[in-house]
């Protein structure tokens, strides 16, 4: 069988040694977004369980500066100790702005697009230099704790107030990277966490200098419910080739996929497709070259069957699982300590076979397809294994069916894992 040699192969040194970047082997990378700082310990024992590595959350500076240059981190400081104590490890979001240093101005909601009240984002001297200060104080009150400071959330959106503007978010970011780097210069700093791909935003940010302050650019690759988690890949090259002509000489930078969802509205996608996307968005970010994949959302946030922010979740909101949540355990639990080595190369461009190995040598396939499901098959070589086994990516386990030297595999929208034992693929 011939072998494609995957993008990852080639991106693999652009992960920094200095940054607690994770290595691109499963769980490391898989992450999910929360929406609470205190208390719900029951959800994080099932984010735990689930596989989850990582958590994204709000980091709220109007909260923790109560008042002017007094900061309170406890209620943070409560959250990290519970991430901890289960092995997870955190993304905390630098936003959003403060009444004490900024005015009230009409803005759209992000969420709704209705105009509401609100503080104006940073975007004058002594409010950009405050903001930069409790950042820059926030991480080296936690230096040693393994966070990663994401510089605001979607300034490209109405999270920026009064409307988007690139410039004062560089502006903002630059001065942000350039404190924390000087208050505790063993920090991970990563940004800008765009929402999309906005090209012309995104060159203003990244030829401002910001990347020598940086170590990983975030994205959400957010996409029309009928463009599955693959799509992605031209945009990544894209963005990587930007990045490379803007960091500085000899620097490198990964791209990290920071939030990213499908919701399960009536408009949206189906259970059954938010579950094999939820595990196809961790394998083809990884494929190419994408350590760091934070799922949108934890929980379902409301009950509206026709909300679109009702229902990204893997769980509904009494914590019961929808298929999402089984996909990501199944996926965690059966490539854990496993990175992609390659894909196969098969008739179909819409067919996914990735070759996984560990570090003991041993190899698994995570197999899928982009259409409808079908039967494909590749030539085998057992050496004295007399049965393959598989798993579906809700946890049912089979035994693949053998022919005149092929393995035969039923392709479907949801990945399977196949354990090859001494089995080697032709």
Known sequence: MRLITCVLMCV?????SGAEIPEPILPAGV????????????DLDMIAAAGFKFVRMDFHWATIESRKGEYDWSSYEELLANLEKRGLRTIFILDYSHPLYEETVTSPNPLSGEAHKTTASPRHPDSIAAFARWAAASAKHFQGRHVLWEIWNEPNGNFWSPKPDAQQYTTLALATAKAIREAEPRATIIGPASSGFPWEFLETFLKSG????????????????????????????????MIERYAPHSKTMPILSGEWGYSTHKRGVSLENQAAFAARQQLSNLLNGVPLSIWYDWKNDGP???????????VLPDLTPKPAYVAIQALTHELSGYRIARRLALPSDKDYVLLCTNKAGARKLAVWTL???????????????????????????????LDSGRLLLELTSAPQYVTLGKAVLK
């Open 304 to 314: 509206d069957p026709n909300e679109n922010e009702h229902n990204f979740g893997t």
């Open 210 to 241: 910001v990347l020598e302050y940086l170590d990983a650019v975030s994205v959400h690759p957010y996409r029309d419910p009928r463009k599955p988690p693959e799509t992605a890949a031209a945009d990544y090259q894209k963005l990587r080739t």
């Open 31 to 42: 992450g999910v977004n929360i929406h609470f700082v205190t208390g719900q310990e029951k």
């Open 371 to 401: 259409g409808e499901p079908h039967s494909t098959s590749l030539e085998i070589k057992l050496k004295g294994e007399k049965q393959l086994t598989a798993v579906s990516g809700s946890g049912e386990r089979s035994v693949p069916k």
């Open 12 to 16: 693999l040194p652009l992960l920094s």
